[in-house]
């Protein structure tokens, strides 16, 4: 099922095929790539993968079988050039959670958006170390970690909030020529009382103050569904 702001948005229960093949790393690394850097060859994504061209190109004709990326235009007859359809993959993970194999799939993407987050990290310390970054972004930049405490309406309104922000503001600065690339990651993981150390309210509520991270103090912030977060550039690896 596709929406009609560049997110495509998977049903568990009919597209399982299609979520299977997003589980495989080198899939998801080359979908992130073409998402973040635009239409490329099977020969360009594989030097930057160090992969095979051979084996790049199969994993591209799978993400074409499911509708993930689709050929781009040639610049000429020799080349076979892919693009990625949609900015972003979606899905509900009650539904994911109640499909057969659901919550493998879950884990193996989480996991892999992790693996992102890190090397994000890692590429946006050496770039602002290098100054491929310019010193303006040292403030702004960051990753958070506050705990606040939400019911489930308030969590899925945060993301809808989120997404909404985000979109609006990458609509402002589409033209501005300062604008750069952010690896913009959200999370929202609800934990159940911890039965050793919860002692109660009152002590539960220490935590979150106790762990908050200014946003401005690391790196950068993509996360993953229709009801939570998304996928858009998971491999680069949305």
Known sequence: MDSEDGRRVLDPAQDGAALKALTHPLRLTLLGLLRQHGPATASELAARTGESSASTSYHLRVLAKYAFV???E???SRERRW????????????AMRRSPGGSTILDVLHRRQIEHLQQSLDRHEADLESGRLGREWQEPSGVSDSM???TPESLAELWEVLRAKTDELAARDAGDPRAEQVVLFTAGLPLAPDPVAGQGRADASAGPDATDADARDAGAPDASAAGAPDASAAG???
Request: proline residues 4%; glycine residues 0%.
């Open 74 to 76: 040639h610049r000429d």
């Open 70 to 72: 689709t050929e781009a």
């Open 148 to 150: 606040p405490r939400l």
């Open 236 to 238: 680069d690896a949305s």
């Open 83 to 94: 693009k990625s359809v949609h900015d972003m993959t979606s899905w509900s993970n009650e």
